[in-house]
């Protein structure tokens, strides 16, 4: 009865009443419910979060404005699935993702092909497999991938633009992103590479690992330096054991 009551209380997002269960259950006395209290103190706090998270996409979905749409999709998609509010919130991700487009088809209307793009980019994530079709998403999509600064990233948005048509207003964009993300890719395999030698801490590792990193230009490098840890060339530092370092001079 205490769990159907508290099930029922985190449906209706009556907090007071679920709380009520975990104090009863703390006043059974045994190892048992205490451990049922917790399990249960903890999943009021998590539907507490996910409902408060839900109601702010809302109220910046209320805001009927392009941007505060996007947020909202994105904000929306953040619930966990094991939430009593996801279906809530999958709805709304589903109304609100056809008016985020109309303001990108809005945005393309008037010649700003880019900012529609930075638009759908922004929900891209969100967006499953009936919209993954349309060129701008694939764009959209590329774009979010190539962000991650991975490898596979990388090699995942060269695939997505390499669909879009050559008839496509994005055709000539997307060549652009493309020569630029393979050239990325190549640094970043470079340094991946690198990375991986001077893991060995073996002395040919680290040397081997040394010409790999300085065949990267130094902007790509510096760039890149977040993925693996390595320091920027001209950086002087030590090769520890356990350590993804090389010693740039």
Excluded: C
């Excluded at 009865?1 to 209706?12: G, S, V, W």
């Excluded at 980019?121 to 998403?137: F, G, N, Q, T």
């Excluded at 040919?204 to 840890?229: F, K, T």
């Amino acid at each position: 009865n205490l769990l159907a009551t508290a099930e029922a209380a985190l449906r209706q997002q009556d907090w007071g009443l679920a709380l009520l269960q975990v104090k009863l259950m703390n006043q059974l006395g045994t190892d048992y419910w205490r451990e049922q209290a917790q399990k249960l103190s903890i999943r009021i706090s998590q539907e507490q979060d996910a409902w408060g998270t839900l109601v702010l996409a809302r109220d910046l979905a209320g805001w009927l404005t392009a941007n505060e749409l996007a947020e909202a999709v994105m904000l929306a998609r953040s619930i966990p699935r094991d939430a009593v509010v996801y279906a809530q919130a999958q709805a709304d991700i589903r109304r609100w993702i056809p008016e985020v487009f109309e303001y990108a088809e809005e945005r393309l209307a008037y010649g700003d092909a880019m900012g529609a793009l930075a638009l759908i980019e922004k929900i891209a994530p969100a967006l499953d497999v009936s919209y993954h079709d349309r060129p701008i998403v694939m764009l959209g999509q590329a774009k979010a991938l190539a962000a991650q600064g991975t490898v596979l990233g990388y090699w995942e948005a060269i695939a997505r633009v390499g669909q879009i048509p050559a008839n496509d207003p994005f055709y000539g964009v997307a060549q652009e992103y493309l020569s630029r993300w393979q050239q990325q890719l190549q640094n970043a395999s470079q340094l991946q590479l690198a990375a991986w030698l001077a893991n060995s801490h073996w002395r040919w590792g680290y040397a081997l690992a040394i010409q790999q990193a300085q065949q990267v230009a130094r902007g790509a490098a510096r760039s890149a330096h977040r993925l693996r840890g390595l320091p920027q060339r001209g950086q002087i530092g030590l090769a520890h054991p356990g350590q993804q370092q090389i010693l740039f001079v």
